[in-house]
């Protein structure tokens, strides 16, 4: 009783003396580090000093794609809670790679005397044999890598691309381009969807996906029956000079095919299946010509304002349109100028050669006589 007596005393004199604070007090429990407690090999024993730091140190965690880490603050320059709040965000938010990656980031903060000590834990959307598949490559490489693709039968390719200039449904153009001018080995042009991740500086993740309608093995039969109906229709254009090709090619294939007024299909469906859109006549025009040696290209665009497939075809120094529909509706294939397809036909022509030579139409005198 006189030790609680003692004690009662001892807080009312501390009052009185205006030692108001002396229940206000905070105050800190230090304990030694066990270091059984901490996860295995997640720890970064780097110091972060500002801002600049903690995010360099989020996006190699998720360059990483390394789903725990332990960051030490040490004399940082900001707050540590709001910092690590915004550069979490920041790297969902503001890079492609985490955009396309990541699902949500947590974090916990402790204060060991005289730093911070944060373990950062982030959930990704993807596995990291998904992010491996990434392929990081130049605007001229978006050709060839998606023709690789889809002769492979891939149903997706992933692209990191910086760029300024292409959004989603340009790159979907972009792909089918490129499919459009690999004739002999694209049986099937698929549906291309694409989903576009980006980030600051024209960082850009592209996810385009490949829905081709038929299975793997139904496709690589397709390809084989193709590439043999090619060589077959090659075999019996029997003139070698391009002026010939380009002709007799469209005449045989325009005798032999059946056009059903859409703007479907590839070279399968007019060489095998004998019946297609402009586009598989155009194709299949395009993979005749490769096998003759001669230099072709399929032409997207608008005849009498509809989508529209035909060719242009390089006879000599010159480049010509040619349009296999038209050969079928009019019984013979003719070779035209820019100027002598203006008045029917659209197309962008700054993405093809100029068709600007000598015209090759027979004269209204000549045909008179």
Known sequence: MRKLAVFILAILMAAMCGCSS???KEYFTVSEYDASSEPAGTADNSSIGSYSDLVTA???MVSAHQDMAQLQFSNYAGNVSDDLAEA???IKTNTALGAYLVDYVSYDISRIVTYYRANVYINYLRTAEEMAEIKSIGINMVGDTAVDAVSSGEDELVIQLYTSTIDGDAMGARVETALLEESSRIPVIPQIDVDVYSGENYQNIFDI?????HTADEISDMLTD?????????????????????????????????YDGS????????LVLRSGGSRALAMALDAVCEAKGVEALVVTGLSS???HYWNLVRIDDNWY???????????????????EMSSRYRWDELDYPECSGPSLLPSLDAGAQ
């Not at 003139?239 to 059946?258: E, F, H, K, P, W």
């Not at 703007?263 to 007019?270: L, N, R």
């Not at 349109?321 to 100027?339: C, F, K, N, Y």
């Open 263 to 270: 703007s479907g299909g590839t070279a399968y469906d007019a």
């Open 321 to 339: 349109h040619i349009d296999v529909p038209e050969a079928i509706s009019s019984g013979s294939a003719a070779l035209r100028t820019d100027s």
């Open 58 to 60: 989020l996006n190699a």
């Open 226 to 258: 193709m590439q043999s109906a090619i060589n077959s229709a090659a075999a019996l254009v029997r003139r070698d000079d391009a002026y010939s090709v380009a002709v007799l090619a469209a005449g045989m294939i325009a005798d032999t095919c059946s």
């Open 22 to 24: 002396f229940l206000e």
């Open 209 to 213: 996906h490949f829905d081709y309608g």
């Open 305 to 307: 304002n509809a989508e």
């Open 88 to 90: 979490c965000w920041h």
